[in-house]
């Protein structure tokens, strides 16, 4: 790097949060956290092969408010993370670039998480109508 | 000291000989999981009142087995690939790159062959 003569970025402090910023760490964070996703996939799978005690088990700890915190976590990892990356097909197809563009899709990934994250649970535990 | 060009290092597909591989397969995996992830949620907030002879019935089926085994195999490559892009930029320490990479290698086929024996377990 000493024989830059090219003038660098300033550093990632330097600048001020903005929504773009924040989705494309989140979609990283998001990433790593499905891979707790995937273990708790994994123990679902293994329990359901195992029999109806392991299930039972699985279920009470999923019951459970931290069973649910994670639950919930991992849906809305997971949403976030399937609507940034169809975001992230568009831009590798050189579209969605423009900074008006770029502010309208990320308004967009937030609202189709958090609404997907909704729907789901909705359904899943009919957290408002109650099945 | 190379007197090659940036270019002519590029496409000579560079140190690293694989070019745009990884990049690719993230994108192919990416595709995939869209339909996957959107068949796995929407099964699965059927069944989480189901008791346990409804969730084995499903997952008996051909085409449920075939469809799990399709998003948890595609699902942990993926995984594998971006974990290995966050250790390349984050860890510059040769020792710990090495091991991590060999890690993230061996956990993601683990837990993959794991899951996939436990479908067939189930569907056979």
């Given at each position: 790097m000493s024989d830059t003569k090219r003038p660098l970025s300033p550093h990632l402090q330097v600048y001020s949060w903005s929504l773009e910023m924040a989705l494309s760490i989140f979609h990283r964070a998001t990433g790593v956290a499905l891979g707790g996703g995937a273990l708790l996939i994994t123990w679902w799978i293994i329990a359901i092969a195992t029999g109806p005690d392991a299930y039972d088990q699985f279920r009470t700890v999923m019951s459970s408010i931290t069973g649910k915190v994670f639950l919930f976590a991992f849906t809305f990892s997971l949403m976030l993370h399937m609507c940034n990356g169809i975001r992230h097909l568009f831009w590798d197809m050189g579209?969605?670039?423009d900074l008006g563009d770029s502010r309208r899709s990320s308004k967009m990934v937030l609202f189709f998480s958090v609404f997907l994250t909704a729907l789901s649970w909705v359904i899943g535990y009919g957290m408002i109508l109650e099945v | 000291m190379s007197l090659r060009s940036p270019l002519g290092k590029v496409r000579g597909l560079?140190?690293?000989?694989?070019?745009t591989h990884h990049w690719w397969m993230q994108k192919v995996s990416a595709v995939a999981l869209v339909p996957l992830t959107i068949w796995f949620v929407s099964s699965i907030v059927q069944m989480t009142r189901a008791d346990y002879e409804v969730v084995i019935n499903w997952m008996n089926s051909p085409i449920v087995a075939v469809l799990m085994l399709l998003f948890v195999t595609t699902g942990i490559y993926h995984l594998k690939l971006g974990l290995q892009v966050i250790i390349e930029d984050y860890i510059h320490s040769e020792g710990s790159k090495v091991f991590l990479q060999m890690l993230v290698t061996f956990s993601c086929v683990a837990v993959g062959t794991t899951a996939g024996f436990s479908i067939l377990k189930i569907a056979l």
């Open positions: 579209k969605g670039f | 560079g140190s690293a000989k694989n070019g």
